[in-house]
């Protein structure tokens, strides 16, 4: 099926504005949620044809609409593409986290990463922030999801910090080791790649 004949004139122009491909739009028309998030995910697409609340029909193959709230896009993108995921320590505390590679190669990014979580008061109201260890992944945002759920019980919880004038709240700060980290990391990325 052609999925530009089943688009509105409106829905392309949002695809166009936001740059997504109609080879990731998957037609979930009358499928439920559970069925079409499995079908679009063989198909490796992100996007699909269904119905929302509002009426809209462009959404995440999770189910969210991106029309609604278009921010999921860059969400979904970042789940899905890949990236550099990092171990940051910082004393006696751990960040877990992921940057694009939006430079010539992985250490540039690395270090670009290390002086944005030292600005300010430094990530978490932290200074001190060296980057310790980083591996280049497929579906980072994904892997960087898991590894934090494998981490929840060193979380930090609600610390506020000041960075590029405004506040901000670490969702990415725990209080463990570098190897509890990067024992949780090793296993989902081994996980990913069995």
Sequence with gaps: MDIKRLLSKEEKQFIKQHGLALSEIYDARGLTSTVYHERAKELGCLWVINSCYKGHRLKTRSGHCIECDPKRIVYQRRYSESGILYIAIAGDHCKVGITENNYNDSNESIYHRSITLNMDDGYGNISGWKIVKYWEVKNAG?????????????????????????????????KCSQQTAETAVKKVIDDYTL
Excluded: C, M, P
Excluded at 153 to 164: A, F, L, N, P, R
């Design 142 to 174: 994904r892997i960087e999801n898991e590894v934090h759920q494998l981490l929840a019980e060193y979380k930090e919880d609600d610390v506020e910090y000041w960075y590029s004038g405004e506040w901000r709240t670490a969702k990415e700060l725990f």
